[in-house]
């Protein structure tokens, strides 16, 4: 059974850069066939995608975002990290990270979320 | 790129009743629709893939269809532990949400 958990600052001072690290347990990012994706979730809000890395570090952003976004992998540690620079108030979230087959278009494993703040 | 809405954005029920909740894409997406089941403070869950296949260890209460533009999520019999925000999704994108409230 794969199991995916956040970890970072739960706090963020406004214009600096959001960092958060997922650690997969359970199985190999190294071995493909998944993309290992971060997405959040706004206080009250819905779903938002943030972006994906491939193990062999291809990488695929949301637009909306795409300009603040540098998704990572170290497959020597078996996880992936999310930089998020410029940050707002607006980017207060829950942040997961979740994995999706290539195949099969769903999140089939998910971690427990993180709240970041962003706040002075 | 593709749009998703989910209809109703709320919907208030009572245990026992049947619920539907509809997504629509904005142009066909083939039976690639996924729906998940969220509780508070909790991940999203997957619930459905394919649109119509239950994934495992979920109660068969649950059920999808639909393909092309226009999907449901049927819950047949309403219970306690279903009241939650449902969503779908397709590709990157997910649907706004359905919160499914006691009446």
């Known amino acids: 059974q794969v199991q995916l958990q956040e970890s970072g600052p739960g706090l963020v001072k406004p214009s600096q850069t959001l960092s958060l690290t997922c650690t997969v347990s359970g199985g190999s990012i190294s071995s493909g066939g998944y993309y290992w994706s971060w997405i959040r979730q706004h206080p009250g809000k819905g779903l938002e995608w943030i972006g994906y890395i491939y193990y062999s570090g291809s990488t695929y952003y949301n637009p909306s975002l795409k300009s603040r976004v540098t998704i990572s992998v170290d497959t020597s540690k078996n996880q992936f990290s999310l930089k998020l620079s410029s940050v707002t108030a607006a980017d207060t979230a829950v942040y997961y990270c979740a994995s999706r087959a290539v195949t099969t278009g769903y999140f089939d494993y998910w971690g427990q979320g993180t709240l970041v703040t962003v706040s002075s | 790129d593709i749009q998703m809405t989910q209809s109703p954005s709320t919907l208030s029920a009572s245990v026992g009743d049947r619920v539907t909740i509809t997504c629509r894409a904005s142009?066909?997406?083939?039976?690639?629709l996924a729906w998940y089941q969220q509780k508070p403070g909790k991940a999203p869950k997957l619930l459905i893939y394919?649109?119509?296949s239950l994934e495992s260890g979920v109660p068969s209460r649950f059920s999808g269809s639909g393909s092309g533009t226009e999907f449901t999520l049927t819950i047949s019999s309403l219970q306690p532990d279903d009241f939650a925000t449902y969503y779908c999704q397709q590709a990157w994108t997910f649907g706004q949400g359905t919160k499914v409230e006691i009446k």
């Open positions: 142009q066909s997406i083939s039976s690639w």
């Open positions: 394919k649109a119509s």
